[in-house]
């Protein structure tokens, strides 16, 4: 399984767009990137996935480029219901149903 | 209810105790899913149902972790003669089925089982 490394934690203001970005050089042809968000007190919460290119949906885009070895995590318009901990999960979905969390990137969003 | 519930949320033991978690997955749902998530850190995979086959139990800790799924889609953490190492957020979490077998790589998460061992 492919490792990924985030930012540990990352700042910002209401109203601003977040750019969350993972790295995971070592992805496999049949892998797919995925985010989930947890709340303090909550089990993670799926937010997108894709394989490449973009993906966009009510909550987030997932900007892939064509080598694959990162991503990006975008929230428009952060509020302060945002401030949580990002997880990027790259894996086979195909073989297995294991899905494999790092540490995370802690986005503390600010009045 | 529609999320997976999970009992008790939180859960105090004394060192060498015997606890029993429980997970009650989504209606319909399949695959109960067991993750350990210490303070700080992402949660990390224990084990996973198939139906009623256990498929996979390589992230369990030590031989005192064991999961069962005895009928029906109820599953159970049960953590033998715990250590204070133990201390952790237990999360069970469920997918929908999928005729075809694929997996979408979604997981629905309860909002755990906190134990303490003192």
């Known amino acids: 399984l492919a490792k990924t490394t985030q930012p540990i934690s990352m700042d910002s203001y209401e109203g601003q767009e977040v750019n969350i970005t993972c790295s995971h050089n070592?992805?496999?042809?049949?892998?797919?990137i995925t985010w989930y968000q947890q709340f303090p007190s909550q089990g993670p919460r799926f937010i997108i996935q894709?394989?490449?290119t973009k993906v966009t949906n009510e909550v987030a885009s997932l900007f892939i480029p064509a080598d694959r070895k990162s991503s990006t995590l975008s929230l428009p318009r952060v509020s302060l219901s945002d401030t949580a901990v990002y997880y990027c999960?790259?894996?086979?979905?195909?073989?297995?149903?294991?899905?494999?969390f790092g540490s995370g990137t802690r986005l503390l969003v600010r009045p | 209810g529609a999320g997976v519930s999970q009992s008790p949320r939180y859960k105090v033991a004394k060192r060498g105790q015997d606890v029993a978690l429980r997970c009650d997955p989504i209606s319909g749902h399949v695959s109960p899913f067991w993750y350990q998530q210490a303070l700080g850190q992402g949660p990390e995979f224990l084990t996973y149902?198939?139906?009623?086959?256990?498929?996979?139990k390589s992230g369990l800790p030590s031989d005192r972790f064991f999961a069962e799924r005895p009928e029906g889609s109820v599953s159970t953490l049960k953590i033998q003669r715990t250590q204070q190492e133990d201390s952790a957020v237990y999360l069970c979490a469920s997918r929908e089925p999928n005729d075809r077998g694929q997996n979408t790589g979604e997981l629905f998460f309860g909002e755990g089982s906190r134990l303490t061992v003192l």
């Open positions: 149902f198939q139906n009623e086959a256990q498929l996979d």
């Open positions: 070592n992805i496999a042809t049949n892998d797919y």
């Open positions: 894709g394989y490449k």
């Open positions: 999960l790259v894996g086979d979905l195909d073989s297995s149903y294991k899905l494999i």
